[in-house]
């Protein structure tokens, strides 16, 4: 926490996040243009950016994309803002965001980025991810499949009804390492757009693990939208299922919408 806020003091690392949250996704260089910035001293700022983890990498080719993670801030909010105000604040930003939502228009497509760091194996991450006990346990849902590349996948609900939520196809694996899956979640709908593609990179690191999820080729800023609201619910309820061996008190499912 310390690294957060040290990095957060600085107004030209507050601004490189600014810019993100406008648009995220960005390369080195369009940084530096739309804030006027030499590229060395760009480069510096985000290092302590990505160090605090307030800001990933993401590479495509030999492209370095920068996103920016709100789990570090989401820390902050838990540890000091109590339950009585949080539906206050949360009412408040509605409020605000909703009147600000009047003069924007996004013409990129929407990709989600979301980063956490658990104290566990690679090896349990990437048994938490596909088995499908485990993921009945922290998300609701049985993920069911034999995890191997152009299998199909399928999201099962535990109430006894065995629907099916989300389907979807293994693109890639990676044990421990790398997992890459479509993501539909309309399964009975008319084939009238392709699915979103989920990939989940764990980078181990002594005994802790950085776990990040890419969710890319977003439909709309409303799947975007319940998205952001669903991934970090669920990725806290693993973390805390690996780190205690239980889950939270509150179930995802509950926190965030029916498709994640």
């Not at 810019?19 to 480069?43: F, K, P, V």
């Not at 658990?118 to 009945?136: F, H, M, P, S």
């Not at 693990?209 to 970090?232: A, F, K, Y």
Request: hydrophobic letters at 40%.
């Amino acid at each position: 926490m310390d690294q957060v806020f040290k990095a957060l003091a600085d107004p030209t690392r507050r601004l490189l996040l600014d810019r993100l949250r406008e648009r995220n996704g960005q390369t080195l260089g369009e940084l530096c243009e739309r804030l006027e910035m030499a590229r060395q001293s760009a480069t510096q700022h985000l290092e302590v950016l990505v160090q605090a983890g307030l800001v990933t990498v993401v590479r495509r080719g030999r492209e370095r994309l920068h996103y920016l993670n709100p789990a570090p801030i989401h820390e902050i909010g838990e540890r000091w803002i109590s339950a009585f105000d949080e539906p206050r604040l949360r009412a408040l930003s509605a409020i605000k965001n909703q009147a600000e939502e009047y003069g924007m228009t996004s013409t990129t497509v929407p990709i989600y980025v979301y980063v956490t760091y658990i104290r566990a194996t690679a090896e349990q991450v990437w048994e938490a991810l596909t088995d499908a006990d485990l993921t009945a346990r922290y998300w609701g849902h049985a993920n069911v499949s034999d995890w191997q590349p152009g299998s199909p996948w399928e999201h099962r609900r535990t109430d006894g009804s065995g629907a099916v939520d989300v389907v979807g196809k293994v693109i890639a694996t990676e044990r421990p390492t790398r997992l890459v899956i479509t993501f539909d979640d309309a399964p009975d709908s008319e084939p009238s757009r392709e699915p979103s593609v989920v990939t989940f990179l764990v980078e181990p690191h002594q005994d802790i693990v950085r776990l990040t999820v890419t969710h890319e080729n977003l439909p709309d800023q409303e799947m975007l939208g319940g998205i952001s609201r669903g991934w970090p619910a669920v990725l806290a309820n693993l973390k805390s299922l690996l780190e205690t061996g239980d889950v939270l008190p509150q179930a995802p499912w509950e926190m965030s919408p029916a498709h994640i």
